[in-house]
């Protein structure tokens, strides 16, 4: 019975396992990421809404007197650069186990952002003081849309940050890989903003 039961044993030990399936489908990280994107996309096009209603329930020019029309020159740089950065973040997520070029890439998107949020300082120092918080619906909506794009941009800073650290503390492995897939997804929908409160904001006055 003895022998029996032990070669039972040895027997059940060379029995390969099965392997743990992988799982399938999107993670619940790019699911919350895609809803959160939702939210916030609803928000800002309620502003952009509000906008244009605003603006075309006005008998008087728009901006309305008192008021300069936006200058193009530092927000257009200041989109270009969000928008290209684009670029380094989807091949970020694209380096395999790199860590060098992945850690570089990542630098290179964060850069782009603070230079974005660094210029939006900028545009605000050419706009005031004609154009202010307090004086008026037009300015109440310019620096709300576009100092409310500007604090996700910083959202996107620290998301990208915290990426850099966990590269440099854990690695480039495969789950950290797929963080970057998430927070590429942000950073999209970022740019994707960039461009609609460019059109809104600073262009559409000249129209």
Excluded: N
Excluded at 35 to 59: M, N, Q, W
């Amino acid at each position: 019975m003895t022998t029996l039961a032990s070669r039972s044993e040895r027997s059940a030990r060379r029995e390969p396992r099965e392997a743990p399936e992988a799982p399938v489908g999107r993670t619940t990280g790019w699911w919350g990421m895609v809803l959160f994107i939702c939210t916030e996309g609803a928000t800002f096009a309620a502003f952009i809404a509000s906008y244009f209603y605003l603006r075309f329930s006005h008998d008087t020019p728009w901006p309305p007197p008192g008021d300069t029309p936006p200058s193009l020159l530092v927000p257009t740089v200041a989109t270009a650069v969000l928008v290209l950065s684009c670029v380094p973040m989807l091949l970020a997520g694209r380096t395999g186990r790199r860590p060098v070029a992945h850690g570089l890439l990542l630098v290179l998107t964060l850069s782009a952002g603070v230079a974005f949020v660094v210029l939006q300082g900028v545009d605000y120092a050419g706009e005031w003081p004609e154009s202010t918080l307090h004086k008026d619906a037009y300015g109440s909506l310019f620096y709300t849309i576009t100092g409310l794009h500007a604090i996700h941009v910083g959202i996107g800073l620290g998301m990208l940050l915290l990426l850099l650290v966990g590269a440099v503390v854990r690695g480039v492995g495969r789950g950290h890989l797929g963080s970057v897939r998430v927070v590429a997804l942000y950073w999209y929908f970022l740019s994707v903003l960039a461009l609609a409160v460019y059109a809104t904001v600073y262009l559409s006055p000249y129209l």
